[in-house]
């Protein structure tokens, strides 16, 4: 299996920032997408965002222009670089990968970090 490790959550002010780290067990190259989910007490998991082995990324409406999601694929690490935090980002924070490239049947692989918290005071 693939193995997700986390790091880089704690407690920032509002209009602080933090830098998410997940490092991945295998080469990113080989998984289809990396990316972040969150899950706020009382609420649903909810993409935050996502980046291709491609490149491409996608990112939720509620983060756009705060949010960036970037790949160091000689560490075989996914970042996200998270600025202008508010309140509401507060969360526990999941790294997620999806799909194995090259493996018969890999696409519907799904592996899950242990998740990080996040938390924002005002």
């Known amino acids: 299996q693939v193995q997700l490790v986390e790091s880089g959550g704690g407690l920032v002010q509002a209009g602080g920032s933090l830098r998410l780290s997940c490092a991945a067990s295998?080469?990113?190259?080989?998984?289809?997408?990396m990316g972040w989910y969150r899950q706020a007490p009382g609420k649903q998991r909810e993409l935050v965002a996502a980046?291709?082995?491609?490149?491409?990324?996608n990112y939720a409406d509620s983060v756009k222009g705060r949010f960036t999601i970037s790949r160091d694929n000689a560490k075989n690490t996914v970042i996200l670089q998270m600025n202008s935090l508010e309140p509401e980002d507060t969360a526990v924070y999941y790294c997620?990968?999806?799909?194995?490239?090259?493996?018969?049947?890999?696409?519907?692989?799904?592996?899950w970090g242990q998740g990080t918290q996040v938390t924002v005071s005002s």
């Open positions: 997620n990968a999806a799909g194995l490239r090259a493996v018969i049947g890999g696409a519907g692989f799904v592996f």
């Open positions: 295998i080469s990113i190259f080989s998984i289809n997408t």
């Open positions: 980046i291709t082995s491609g490149g491409n990324t």
